[in-house]
């Protein structure tokens, strides 16, 4: 009987001790004492999943996540990792493999690396982002399985590792889906892959999950402004003592933490002594976050953002958003960006077209990138991938959407550049969408007052060159935004004859519009696809756009040409979407100038 007990015993641990956790994202990760698996992985190209259904459809227990080897000489196992190729790391597989330009489905990548835990520390697994669908194995057991192609996710995986070499499997899959966000379609390149970095992370037992400091609004004139810290441990731990130091501002302040691992302190400051973040004056605050048996740094700026009226005010004063839309491409051809480097490239460009707000369409981009734009002075609007035609209806296409929108602000609460959560793009009308996207603005509320919402929304009806937006959705926006496309898609030189109707009290953003234009044609101004055609667009559409009252900013379609597989016009698009001011080569087009121009009028 004590043997079977003793058996049974051993069983359950032997269980126990394969288990992961998949455990709320870590914040501010790249402060934290990691080791990078960035490098060099092995794949596998696995068109029909052979790796993970058996022949009849059924997930399989020896599945390549098993990372097997034949035993004896007669064992027979169909794959091998170690003589399979490998590929970067972050990297989309499109741009690495000539086999894999067009691929979208499964493929298998493997990593093995050294480890040897420290007593007391516990290790998590943490993935910048997968597209689309992971599932994450760690020396052959399953650590978890993520949704959602943009955003961060981490797995608790003490219990999973070896001392010495452990090996990490990942199984991605990038497939479209009706009832996936993003959807069926979209006006982008699918890249698949592990597309951002993958650290390994050594936090104490119990440590600083999150945290947010917020400057509160205030009138211009008062005397002192309040920040907010509020922060939780990864645990309900009550009683741990939390210091928040920031030297330059002569702070040192302490908190306790309560019931559930929260705690929270109010930072009462000069105002003379406060430096405010601005694009003028990029000013970020060191600052240093410690708990009984943890501590993480950051460098936080101050902001405020809110409007009047259909004014927009960064702390207190009115700004003009003068901005440009940019997909997470590199800046010469095509494949995903995940560096500073592209990042600062990008940006570089932006701020040379005299750019102080990016959008950053239309889906979370890296970390990296949001914290280069905070360095460089340069808002950002933020927006996660419901675009288009969502399915409206279905309660896990829901909780996707609202998981997405959740990790981009838990990743991004402390960038003080970030002004605005974007919930949707263009997406089409009817109750069930306002049922969605209100749940997911208030949502996004719930979660952060320190930033305004909006949406890219549609023109609804024109006509006699009247055009008039209406949306149900304007209750649960703070900023009007909307694409509009006059002189490529519509009306071709009838924008100086446009009228707006926008019968909101709020402030109002252009967040696309523009045209195509290949590099180096050249042509009379009503000839499609010459830099003329795209000037002179950009001309009309300024003129037009200028005039429309409470504008507060614009983000035209888009800095640089970038890879979609809806754009097939042989010689012209070859898969680019051409609208970008660059070439995919970085070369820039007239209308670069145009836009250029203006902007320097709106500073
Ligand atoms: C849009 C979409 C954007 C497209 C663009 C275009 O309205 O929001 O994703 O790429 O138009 O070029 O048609």
Not at 9 to 36: D, F, H, M
Not at 251 to 269: M, P
Not at 297 to 309: H, L, N, Q, V
Request: glycine residues 6%; proline residues 4%.
């Amino acid at each position: 009987m004590r043997r079977i007990k003793t058996t049974c015993l051993l069983w359950c641990l032997s269980l126990a001790a394969a288990t992961a956790k998949e455990v709320p994202q870590i914040g501010n990760v790249l402060a934290r004492e990691t080791v990078s698996l960035n490098g060099a992985w092995n794949y596998i190209i696995d068109v029909q999943e052979e790796g993970y259904y058996d022949y009849r459809m059924n997930p399989t227990n020896s599945g390549f996540f098993r990372n097997a080897k034949p035993q004896r000489p007669e064992d027979l196992i169909e794959y091998d990792f170690d003589k399979a190729p490998t590929m970067q790391v972050p990297g989309d597989w499109n741009t690495q493999d000539d086999r894999l330009f067009f691929y979208e489905g499964t493929v298998w990548l493997k990593r093995s690396f050294d480890y040897h835990q420290q007593a007391g520390r516990h290790t998590l697994l943490y993935f910048g982002a997968v597209n689309y669908d992971a599932h994450v194995y760690v020396n052959g057991k399953k650590a978890g399985h993520h949704v959602g192609g943009f955003t961060p996710f981490n797995y608790d995986v003490t219990e999973m590792l070896r001392d010495g070499e452990n090996t990490v499997i990942v199984k991605v899959d990038n497939k479209r889906k009706a009832e996936a966000i993003p959807t069926q379609i979209f006006d982008w390149w699918n890249y698949g892959g592990i597309t951002r970095d993958v650290l390994v992370v050594k936090v104490p037992e119990t440590y600083i999950e999150n945290y947010k400091l917020e400057l509160q609004k205030a009138d211009v004139n008062a005397k002192q402004r309040e920040i907010t810290m509020t922060a939780h441990l990864n645990k309900p731990e009550a009683g741990q003592t939390l210091t928040l130091t920031i030297p330059e501002l002569k702070v040192k302040q302490q908190c306790v933490t309560d019931a559930e691992g929260n705690a929270s302190l109010t930072l009462r400051i000069p105002s003379k002594r406060l430096s405010l973040w601005s694009p003028d004056n990029p000013k970020r605050y060191s600052v240093t976050l410690a708990s009984d048996h943890d501590v993480v740094a950051d460098s936080i700026g101050f902001r405020t953002i809110e409007t009047r009226g259909k004014q927009l005010l960064l702390n207190g004063k009115p700004i003009f958003l003068r901005g440009i839309s940019i997909h997470e491409e590199k800046p010469f051809g095509g494949g995903r960006a995940n560096c500073t480097a592209d990042a600062h490239t990008l940006l570089s460009w932006a701020k040379e077209l005299g750019c102080n707000f990016v959008r950053l369409a239309h889906y979370p981009h890296n970390e990296h990138a949001v914290r280069e734009a905070e360095r460089m002075g340069i808002l950002v609007w933020s927006e996660i991938p419901c675009y288009w035609t969502i399915s409206w209806t279905n309660p896990d296409t829901y909780k996707n959407a609202e998981r997405q929108l959740t990790d981009m602000i838990r990743r991004d609460q402390n960038r003080a550049n970030v002004i605005i959560w974007s919930i949707a793009n263009e997406t089409p009308h009817s109750a069930e969408r306002d049922l969605f996207l209100s749940r997911l603005s208030k949502h996004a509320r719930s979660l952060d007052s320190s930033r305004l919402i909006s949406m890219a929304m549609e023109v609804t009806s024109a006509s006699n060159y009247k055009n008039r937006l209406q949306d149900n959705m304007n209750e649960y926006v703070d900023v009007i935004s909307f694409n509009q496309y006059i002189g490529w898609y519509r009306d071709v030189n009838d924008a100086p004859k446009m009228e707006w109707e926008i019968p909101y009290d709020k402030p109002v953003i252009i967040s696309e519009f523009g045209g195509g234009a290949k590099a180096g044609l050249h042509g009379p101004k009503n000839q499609r696809w010459t830099e003329e055609f795209q000037e002179n667009l950009y001309r009309e559409n300024i003129g037009m756009i200028d005039k429309i009252d409470g504008l507060a900013g614009t983000t035209p379609w888009i800095l640089k040409d970038f890879r979609s597989p809806r754009r097939v016009l042989d010689g012209i698009q070859d898969y680019y979407n051409r609208k970008g001011l660059f070439s995919d080569n970085g070369e820039k087009k007239k209308a670069f100038y145009v836009l250029q121009e203006w902007y320097e009028k709106k500073k």
